[in-house]
């Protein structure tokens, strides 16, 4: 054992004076540590199954009963996580800034469908009508039912799609209960505005007729406003019509607060939407603050932010009602620019990078026929040369 303690004290004596005359080694070193994995907060899924009897499993019989099952259980709760939980951030409480609604019942809508159901299997009109395909559907009176139940909201999920909520009240949202019939008179032709169709900005050069249901003595304000359009500031608008005090739904009694200016979406900057909206007043408003000149071809003087409007007046306004539509350049854009604004026309190009090739072969073997046609200086044809 003494041996071996020496041997091993002349071989470490050795090391070290090689050591000594070979220059410092940085050395790197690290540590690891074995975690305990914890125990899962609940039951794992298909933990009570017995893998070595799979036979005594249930059948599902049909794909339906599966799909049935499935969906039954994506809807209880779990203790973990999906996959879209951890994706996706977390979505903020909306505030609601609109005129407040009440839903019936859903037992009272059960209720009256039935009614209306036992009326039609009583009447032999329609029976006879069904059955030799000569019934015709009422869309007058469809669409004023739409209105008044699943509108709105169908109406709402369109403009959250379209981002209006967003760019134009920071998120808050409101139902649109009040329905905007709008449509501008072009020549002989009448083009409605709905919710995203497109109108060009020379059908849309004069102002529109805006008709609505209004109780008798309510006033109302109207706002036309382009979130897309500003040539400066990405955050702020242009009003392009604000009319308020408006008694019932006469909008052409209401006090022209800015007249109407036609939208003019510059070139290559792509659609834009002109946004309507419908606000309610409790009372009449002094906007003696937000007045324009007439005329007012000033984009300095036009550009607005509709959440500074509506916080200036939040407790006299409620918004009701809203229709959009989206509009791309054209002629009459450029007339507006030179001759209402005075100013030059802005364009918007797109610069597109040169098309990359890889370095050039020596010997192109396996190559297309044109394969030389990428390197050349000059762009003429080449076709029928070889």
């Known amino acids: 054992m003494a041996v071996l303690v020496k041997m091993g004290a002349g071989s470490l004596c050795g090391l070290v004076r090689s050591l000594k005359v070979m220059e410092p080694v940085r050395t790197v070193t690290g540590t ?9 907060l609940g039951p794992m899924p298909n933990e009570d199954i017995d893998v070595t009897n799979l036979e005594s499993l249930e059948k599902y019989r049909s794909y339906a009963r599966y799909l049935q099952l499935a969906e039954e259980k994506s809807w209880q709760p779990t203790w973990w996580k999906t996959y879209k939980q951890y994706t996706q951030e977390p979505a903020s409480e909306k505030i609601d800034i609109g005129l ?14 039935r009614r209306v159901t036992r009326e039609n299997h009583k009447n032999s009109d329609l029976e006879s009508q ?14 004023a039912e739409w209105e008044i139940t699943n509108g709105p909201f169908h109406l709402r999920k369109i403009s959250e799609h379209y981002a209006v909520y967003r760019d134009l ?12 019939r709008i449509q501008y008179d072009c020549e002989d032709d009448i083009v409605p505005v709905y919710h995203g169709n497109v109108v060009t900005p020379t059908e849309a050069l004069n102002s529109p007729k805006v008709s609505f249901e209004a109780e008798e003595g309510s006033l109302w304000t109207l706002l036309l406003t382009n979130p897309d359009g500003h040539l400066r500031d ?4 242009y009003v392009h019509w604000l009319v308020g005090n408006i008694p019932g739904n ?5 006090e022209d607060v800015c007249h109407y200016f036609p939208p003019f979406p510059a070139k290559g900057t792509g659609y834009h939407r002109c946004i309507f909206i419908l606000f309610k007043q409790d009372k009449v408003i002094d906007f003696k603050e937000d007045f324009r000149p007439l005329p007012c071809h000033s984009l300095k003087m036009r550009t607005f932010k509709t959440l500074d ?15 959009f539509f989206q509009c791309h350049w054209d002629e009459s854009v450029t007339h507006t620019f030179h001759n209402l604004l005075d100013m030059k026309e802005p364009v918007f190009e797109y610069d597109f990078p040169p098309v990359y090739h890889p370095p050039q072969k020596k010997y192109p073997h396996g190559q297309p026929l044109r394969y030389l046609d ?3 200086d000059s762009h003429e044809p080449t076709y029928g040369i070889y």
Do not use: I, W
């Open 374 to 376: 990428r390197y050349r």
């Open 130 to 143: 069904a059955r030799h395909r000569t019934l015709s559907v009422p869309l007058d009176e469809v669409k």
């Open 250 to 254: 006469a909008v052409s009694e209401g």
């Open 169 to 180: 009240f920071n998120g808050a949202t409101f139902l649109p209960r009040v329905m905007l």
């Open 100 to 113: 407040p609604h009440f839903r019936e019942s859903r037992k009272k809508q059960l209720r009256e469908r």
């Open 234 to 237: 990405n955050e702020s608008e």
């Open 309 to 323: 409007f509506y916080k200036k007046h939040e407790d006299l306004l409620t918004p009701a009602g809203l229709a």
């Open 32 to 40: 690891a540590v074995l975690c305990k994995r914890a125990a899962p």
